[in-house]
């Protein structure tokens, strides 16, 4: 058991380094493109951006959207937008809230690992207990 969970954390982490080496081929940085709930769940897809990557948090509707804006963003700056994807369950509104956009690294608009590694192995211990 211990040593697939070791191969899967493996796995994880030497397709977001292969991702983050085909954009930066293209003179571009990777970014998370995914919408969802919540942070920890949105680290999914992969957008090469010429950009900036950003994170919008629509309170409103309770959605996470992560992707790139073509424009170049000041890095850690923040704007209210409004994106045209509607939301069947809310009367097609909008998904709109406050964006903060990241330009330093590769996929800067991920979730702190330490997070993520804590929702992992949360799920991990719950496998284990329920079993």
């Known amino acids: 058991m211990r040593l697939y969970l ?7 982490c030497f397709s977001e ?6 954009c930066s081929t293209k003179g571009e940085i990777s ?3 995914c919408m969802g709930r919540d ?3 949105c680290q999914s897809g992969l ?6 990557c950003f994170k919008l948090e629509d309170i409103k509707h309770n959605v996470i959207v992560k992707g790139c804006v ?5 890095d850690a700056s ?4 409004e994106l045209n ?5 809310a009367n097609k509104e909008k998904v709109k809230g406050e964006s903060f956009f990241c330009t330093g690294k590769e996929f800067c608009n991920e979730t702190s690992r330490l997070s993520l590694l804590a929702s992992f192995f949360t799920a991990i211990l719950a496998f284990v207990i329920i079993r």
Do not use: D, H, I, Q
């Open 6 to 12: 070791l191969g899967v954390l493996a796995a994880f």
């Open 47 to 52: 957008t090469c951006c010429k950009g900036a």
């Open 78 to 81: 923040m704007k209210v937008r």
């Open 85 to 89: 994807v509607p939301l069947y369950w």
């Open 31 to 33: 970014c998370y493109s």
């Open 70 to 74: 073509n424009n170049r963003e000041e």
């Open 17 to 22: 380094a292969l991702a983050a080496t085909n």
């Open 39 to 41: 942070m920890e769940n």
